[in-house]
């Protein structure tokens, strides 16, 4: 059976070797995720965080390597943060009783379960030629921490081997998890507030002192650090999230360096303690779709190098990334001439780019308007390699999707034939009904996920009005007569109000908006930039290459389209019908 | 001490049961380990610490020590002004009661954290897990320099009621360094020379601070030193190894005093921040040529705060000049040997 090479599968389910053997190294642009220091790494969905994470595992650094574990340049363990496991929402009694040192009890059990767990299962049979070490770890080390915390039950096989060891030390965090959990759930029910009578542990007295211990044994890097690998910690609820940001400023990198991923979700960065961490004194910080939507060439390098990768590995096809994801032929020819037409136009003898500069602005937007004004109406085609890389917007799932998309829509039509392209027309198709989706489909779960309660039913209400008049009116830029007629983003004059940024977050969180900055117009100062998503592009009919203009405006005039979509496209069509007026052309002032 | 502030352990003994959660018996359960710290744990504390380390004898860690720290609790905050709840008290008066009982496990070393060992003897019926939690973390932050009550948790809530762990945290630890007074010293054997040497300047020390009070109200600490000629040109081996004028080793104590007030003045109400130290030092001589008698300064905020990198000539100038001289241990020995050459 022919394997779809862009196939996407969650880190998890790669084995080491197949994760080492796609993966493309991404550590040159950031570079924090390795060094010894606890890090944010904030990014959409799909833009590769859980990937990095699973590259830096033992068994894939292993291999990379080449050398055993202990020789390793620290030893990273995995804990997820799923919706389901420790954030119980209905811990809501616990704002009457022990609140921080229940939740942290609760998170170290479960980190701690975890890690022992994972041991087991990544340096495996391994552990069976250290058992006295690891046996006297237990007796000398887990025991008497367990006892000073008040755990008074531990009943352990000591004839068990390394392996099992490890994972009754983890079957023992876990029923203290569990005691403790069952606790809280009790009291949410209950009128009165029982006391809570088991053990409690936290991360300096118990988790610190034990992965130091930890360390001592021979069969992990000596003197490095364990990474705890916190993937989608946005799923915390906020006191714990207060818990792991006073972990992150207890400064132990020498002996643990916490790396926390989000979707931009991350509920706080105060601490139990009152205080604030702050960047780059507590941790250092990477943003993918900023880096990435900032620094385009990075970017499609990247995702070429990933391509190319992948049709080798699984194809066995040493091919350009251009050359199967071709442009529309016809559609290039016609644009190119369109391009010397405006440049012969448009020439000047005293400023000397002035042609091409016109010609490479305008190009598109006037082969759409040729178009549109045809019998064909609007097919601009979003086919080639460079135009679904921006389109993706610095998120790689956004590539790799419709691109296993086409892929199976492709073998499944032409079943015995080797694929060494997809055609122009698959292309838009796919990325077409894929930028609809992106739309559709999200929003869809927004209102779904918002339906019990009325105030973020407002809220995606107004994100929907807010996207589409923004698609909308960056399209009417694109076919008008305007200098800058490629306008992705907004920037603001002034901070946004609690409903517009509230709406804007909203945005940020689902995707469909990025943010940066911008210097502001007397050069005094910077001001915050909203980047639409060019996965709207298709959808949108907006042309996702070249130079992204932006657009100054007001927070008041923004938020006109939160709740007046009509008009607000309405006040600014009637501007770009009248091009000569210069003053009213710059809109947004 | 106002002679109205009243002794926190009384007060707290005086409250009903519906002051606490649940209307429990929280009186009962203090003192229940409170007597059972006195007979089994604090009697012994100096044994131990003798044993595990021979060289040190330590100065007075147990029932006393313990007594003495809840005075002078009661003198850095008035109870009756409604500074602390019942419920906190407890958690104040058993934090006090163990905060140096971590010695008996390990001696001096790690003392602070070893307290934890000793709560987890009590039971479910006299303590949960989160009072001993809590108990433990306010003891272990009467010592150290990383900013330990900074690092408790802000305002915890159990069985309903607010618990402010600073607050509590920062009245142990002034408590605490206010109570080194002679109360402590083992004077007898002092005098009988039966301190070993790396222990002796910590007893005269303490045998030399007469009093030691926190005046509720007037941000000031007030403290009284009596000691002999003798004393004042004796050199003592200190904690680095080197020999030193007691005078010297009152200074530094001095300084360490201040900074403390100041650090837990972050945590306490306006009404009980405590930012001058007001210091006597008396020498017991007939000798007119000693002066100044007393030695008389006082440590207060003043200017930019950067306290921490002056000497305690830079910041009592005046007070501790004479002659163009720094009044230190020197100063003294000089004068005392010169006068005595000329009789």
Redesign the interface.
């Known amino acids: 059976m022919i394997k779809n090479p862009f196939e996407i599968k969650t880190p998890e389910q790669n084995s080491a070797d197949e994760i080492v053997s796609l993966f493309v190294d991404v550590f040159t642009d950031f570079f924090q995720v390795k060094e010894t220091n606890h890090t944010f790494i904030n990014g959409p969905r799909g833009s590769g965080k859980s990937m990095m994470f699973r590259y830096i595992l033992p068994d894939c650094q292993k291999i990379v390597k080449k050398c055993e574990f202990n020789e390793l340049d620290f030893f990273s363990i995995y804990i997820p943060i799923k919706k389901t496991n420790i954030n119980i929402v209905d811990f809501e009694r616990l704002e009457n009783h022990a609140n921080t040192v229940l939740n942290e009890h609760l998170l170290v059990t479960y980190v701690l379960s975890i890690s022992f767990e994972f041991i087991a299962d990544t340096i495996k049979e391994e552990l069976n030629n250290y058992d006295q070490e690891i046996q006297n770890f237990y007796e000398k080390e887990f025991i008497s921490l367990l006892r000073l915390a008040g755990y008074q039950e531990a009943k352990m096989n000591l004839k068990a081997n390394g392996v099992n060891l490890f994972k009754q030390m983890a079957k023992v965090l876990d029923h203290m998890y569990r005691e403790c959990s069952n606790y809280c759930k009790r009291i949410a029910i209950q009128n009165e507030i029982v006391p809570y009578n088991g053990p409690l542990v936290d991360f300096i007295d118990f988790l610190l002192p034990l992965f130091q211990e930890l360390n001592k044994l021979s069969f992990f890097p000596p003197n490095k650090a364990f990474y705890l690998l916190f993937d989608d910690a946005g799923y915390l609820n906020k006191e714990q999230t207060k818990i792991l940001n006073t972990w992150v400023s207890y400064r132990t990198t020498k002996d643990i360096c916490i790396k926390i991923s989000t979707q931009h979700d991350y509920l706080t960065y105060l601490t139990s303690t009152g205080k604030r961490i702050d960047s780059p004194h507590d941790y250092s910080e990477i943003n993918i779709a900023t880096k990435y939507t900032s620094s385009g060439e990075d970017y499609y390098k990247r995702i070429k190098m990933i391509v190319e990768k992948r049709l080798d590995v699984y194809l066995g096809l040493e091919i350009n990334a251009e050359d199967f994801f071709p442009e529309d032929e016809e559609q290039e020819k016609r644009i190119r001439e369109i391009y010397d037409e405006i440049a012969e136009k448009k020439f000047d003898p005293i400023k000397k780019y002035q042609g091409t500069d016109a010609a490479r602005r305008y190009c598109r937007s006037e082969f759409v308007k040729e178009r549109k004004s045809g019998k064909s109406g609007m097919t601009y085609s979003y086919a080639g390699f460079n135009q679904l890389v921006a389109i993706s917007s610095g998120v790689i799932r956004h590539f790799l999707a419709p691109a296993q998309e086409m892929y199976s829509l492709l073998l499944s039509r032409n079943q015995d034939s080797e694929i060494k392209f997809i055609p122009d027309n698959f292309q838009n198709e796919i990325i077409t009904n894929y930028s609809e989706k992106f739309l559709t489909d999200e929003f869809d779960k927004i209102f779904t996920d918002s339906k019990d309660d009325a105030a973020q039913l407002k809220k995606a209400d107004k994100l929907k009005n807010l996207v589409d008049s923004l698609g909308e009116l960056f399209h009417a830029i694109f076919v008008s007569e305007r200098a800058d007629r490629v306008v992705f983003s907004v920037a603001l004059n002034d901070r946004p109000d609690t409903e517009l940024q509230e709406v804007i977050d909203l945005g940020i969180k689902y995707g469909y908006f990025h943010k940066s900055t911008i210097g502001n117009k007397t050069g005094t100062g910077r001001n915050s930039l909203y980047i639409l998503s060019r996965v709207l592009a298709p959808y949108y009919k907006l042309n996702p290459l070249g130079f992204f203009g932006y657009q100054f405006m007001s927070s008041d005039t923004l938020k006109i389209a939160l709740t007046k979509p009509k008009d607000f496209i309405n006040l600014y069509i009637k501007r770009l019908e009248k091009p000569e007026n210069e003053a009213e052309l710059t809109l947004f002032d | 001490m106002k002679e109205s502030n009243h002794n926190i352990e009384d007060w707290f003994l005086s409250q009903p049961v519906t002051a606490f ?2 209307d429990e018996n929280y009186v009962a359960k203090y003192v229940t380990i409170r007597d059972y710290m006195n007979n089994q744990i604090h009697a012994d504390i100096k044994a131990i610490v003798v044993k595990l380390i021979p060289d040190i004898f330590l100065n007075d860690h147990g029932e006393k020590h313990i007594k003495k720290v809840i005075e002078k609790a009661s003198e850095v905050i008035d109870i009756k002004d409604g500074v602390l709840t019942a419920y906190e008290v407890f958690f104040l008066l058993l934090a006090i009661q163990i905060h140096d009982a971590g010695h008996i496990i390990n001696g001096r070393t790690g003392h602070e ?1 070893n307290a ?2 000793i709560i ?1 003897t009590f039971g ?1 019926e006299s303590l ?3 009072e ?3 108990i433990a973390l306010i003891a272990k932050t009467h010592s150290g320099k990383k900013d330990p009550i ?5 305002n ?5 009621q607010i618990i402010n762990l600073k607050r509590i945290a920062a009245i142990l630890r002034l408590a605490d360094e206010l109570a080194d007074d002679a109360t402590r010293a083992s004077t007898f054997l002092l005098e009988n020379e039966r301190i070993t040497e790396d222990s002796k300047i910590y007893h005269v020390f303490s045998s030399c601070l007469d009093s030691c009070v926190a005046l509720t109200g007037t941000r000031k600490v007030k403290m009284n030193f009596y000691l002999t000629e003798d004393i004042l040109i004796k050199k003592y081996k200190n904690e680095a190894g080197n020999r030193i004028f007691l005078l010297d080793e009152i200074y530094k104590r001095n300084i360490k005093t201040f900074l403390e007030c100041l650090y837990c003045n972050r945590f306490l109400s306006e009404k009980y921040r405590y930012n001058t130290i007001d210091v006597d030092i008396h020498i017991e001589t007939n000798n007119d040529l000693v002066k100044p008698n007393p030695v008389s300064f006082q440590l207060k905020e003043n200017g930019y705060p950067d306290v921490q990198n002056k000497s305690i000539f830079e910041i009592c100038y005046n007070e501790l000049r004479s002659s163009g001289r720094d009044i230190d241990g020197d100063y003294f020995y000089n004068l005392i040997e010169r006068s005595t050459k000329n009789d």
């Open positions: 959660p649940n954290e934890r060992q987890q479910k949960t897990s989160v001993k939690r809590y900074g690092n408790l948790p802000e915890q809530v159990v069985s309903n």
